[in-house]
């Protein structure tokens, strides 16, 4: 049964929400690559969540940080955060797009997968790349990276911004982001939309900020269980939708149902049991959805070749199971690992510059 908690205590049901967000990502992308289109057709929102997710718990963690953590030592932690996934899902695909255009015969040049390998790593957009690479797509080695980029131009815009007045600042990039969403559309995914991508990442990470600031304001309320039961039921009838959601169903989930959907989740806590199971699907989401596509990639390419057909009822569970456990696999075998490394050896002079799991 969900508790309400207080303030001080971990938020596991966001990392529960979390979890949920990623496992909805490969179940629309399965549906989009395998040809379900009516599997969890709207599971793409879940990026937003993400980013109000993300804006609403960075200030929790960094916020007391403010006058002790320089800029550099910020973009120092999160770029420990979420490079060596970033890599790793690189190190992954690259060698399958090579692997792809000499078995197939497709004509793409060395340079051009060297150049989306190393700006992949790198996390920066590959503009116009050749369509043999995986263009007009901005990461073409791993579509879903745009968000992961965006993520890092907003924690930065934040941080440098950090002393101005957070609330009102975030309340004001929400809306004028908002107002151009409205003309433009969400996207931020290919080079003729890049462009489009700042007010998509703006207005979700905005109104994250926002809530965060305003939460602290707000007196103590018994309505939020509720509040996030019933949020969570709109989630699920909008995400497993059979058919793609209007726009204005996707701007009303992006601003206003998911961040509902967060701040009522900071004050709902379930039992242990559950709390345990949050915080291990939470862990494993950043992980899930940097690795779900170039998995998918090689799984499905290898089942092709080898069985020369596609079964979709095959497919998709195989896929699932697979990339869940490889996942789980590159977050404690490699991820942890290598962010405790880096930590040691980058932030150890700086005691008070650590990196948060969030």
Request: glycine share 8%.
């Amino acid at each position: 049964m969900a508790t309400q908690i207080t303030r001080s205590d971990h938020y596991t049901t966001l990392d529960g929400l979390r979890g949920f967000a990623a496992l909805s990502v490969l179940a629309f992308h399965l549906g989009r690559w395998l040809d379900i289109p009516w599997l969890c057709a709207n599971g793409n929102l879940s990026v937003d969540t993400f980013f109000c997710l993300s804006g609403y718990v960075l200030p929790l963690a960094y916020g007391r940080k403010i006058a002790t953590l320089s800029m550099g030592d910020f973009i120092v932690t999160r770029l420990i955060r979420l490079m060596p996934m970033i890599v790793l899902s690189v190190a992954v695909s690259a060698p399958y797009v090579f692997f792809r255009s000499f078995v197939s015969h497709i004509d793409v040049s060395a340079a051009a997968i060297f150049s989306a390998a190393l700006l992949g790593a790198l996390n920066l957009p590959y503009f116009y790349a050749p369509s043999g690479v995986g263009g007009p797509q901005l990461f073409p080695l791993n579509g879903p990276q745009y968000s992961l980029f965006l993520e890092v131009m907003a924690n930065i815009v934040w941080w440098a911004t950090r002393y101005l007045p957070q609330m009102a600042l975030a309340a004001a990039v929400a809306v004028v982001s908002a107002a151009i969403l409205v003309h433009i559309g969400i996207g931020g995914d290919t080079t003729e939309t890049f462009w489009y991508g700042f007010p998509h990442v703006g207005a979700s990470f905005a109104l994250g900020v926002f809530i965060y600031h305003l939460d602290r304001k707000l007196p103590f309320w018994r309505g939020w269980t509720p509040l996030f039961w019933g949020v969570v039921i709109a989630m699920i009838a909008i995400f497993f939708a059979p058919y793609e959601a209007s726009f204005a169903v996707k701007l009303a989930w992006k601003l206003f149902l998911s961040p509902l959907l967060v701040i009522a989740g900071a004050h709902v806590q379930f039992g242990k049991t559950i709390d345990s199971f949050f915080l291990r699907i939470g862990a494993l989401s950043y992980p899930l959805y940097a690795l779900h596509y170039p998995l998918f990639c090689w799984i499905n390419g290898t089942y092709r070749m080898l069985l020369g057909s596609r079964d979709v009822w095959i497919e998709a569970p195989l896929i699932f199971v697979i990339v869940i456990g490889l996942s789980y696999l590159g977050l404690r075998a490699y991820d942890e690992p290598v962010r405790s490394y880096l930590s040691r050896k980058l932030l150890s002079p700086r005691p008070k510059a650590i990196v948060p799991a969030e």
